[in-house]
T-cell receptor, first 114, second 115 residues
């Protein structure tokens, strides 16, 4: 089955540590996205990539970094510079940069930083 | 400012009843509007997409409407089932001045269907 796999599902880290969230897709989509979901708020875009070896900052990129070395993979690193990293992180992909095709989401990683 | 507002914030209904969720937006220029269903602890899944010229679109027991003049959309769920318990997210797409697509997400309506 084609889809997006995020791992791990739950992640716990101490404050000051960097942590990397994995996102893999086998849908052959060019575009991939990272969103952050907080209670009572709409999803907010962290980073997106429309093609391998290229990515762009979204609305809340500070404290995060990404790479896109392979079409299938788009890992997100939450650095110690992110002031409020505890959240639910969703990775997504789309066939036509989201214009008409839907976003296909993974099942998320819930990150808790204490 | 481009915004998407959803109401109500949460809703409880009995199994078998109908309900309607609302989405108002101020996004411009409008490209399309999509409704997603998000089960707890899972990623959102697309239910339906509405373009500027479409007024109504159905997907099984889900019917979405769009009034582009008033910038309102609704999602009507008929004969609700326990499995309809989820958050429903309204997402509006517009094309920015730079020519790329941007999505604005509503905060969602959390629906609980009780037996």
């Amino acid at each position: 089955d084609g889809g997006i796999t995020q791992s791990p599902k739950y992640l716990f880290r101490k404050e000051g540590q960097n942590v990397t969230l994995s996102c893999e897709q086998n849908l052959n989509h060019d575009a991939m996205y990272w969103y952050r979901q907080d209670p009572g708020q709409g999803l907010r875009l962290i980073y997106y990539s429309q093609i391998v070896n290229d990515f762009q900052k979204g609305d809340i990129a500070e404290g995060y970094s990404v790479s896109r070395e392979k079409k299938e993979s788009f890992p997100l690193t939450v650095t110690s510079a992110q002031k409020n990293p505890t959240a639910f992180y969703l990775c997504a992909s789309s066939a036509d940069r989201g214009r008409n095709s839907p976003l296909h989401f993974g099942n998320g990683t819930r990150l808790t930083v204490t | 400012k481009n915004q998407v507002e959803q109401s109500p914030q949460s809703l409880i209904i009995l199994e078998g009843k109908n309900c309607t969720l609302q989405c108002n937006y101020t996004v411009s220029p409008f490209s399309n509007l999509r409704w997603y269903k998000q089960d707890t602890g899972r990623g959102p899944v697309s239910l339906t997409i509405m373009t500027f010229s479409e007024n109504t679109k159905s997907n099984g027991r889900y019917t979405a409407t769009l009034d582009a003049d008033t910038k309102q959309s609704s999602l009507h769920i008929t004969a609700s089932q326990l499995s309809d318990s989820a958050s429903y997210i309204c997402v509006v797409t517009f094309t920015s001045s730079g020519g790329y697509n941007k999505l604005i997400f509503g905060a969602g309506t959390r629906l609980a269907v009780h037996p």
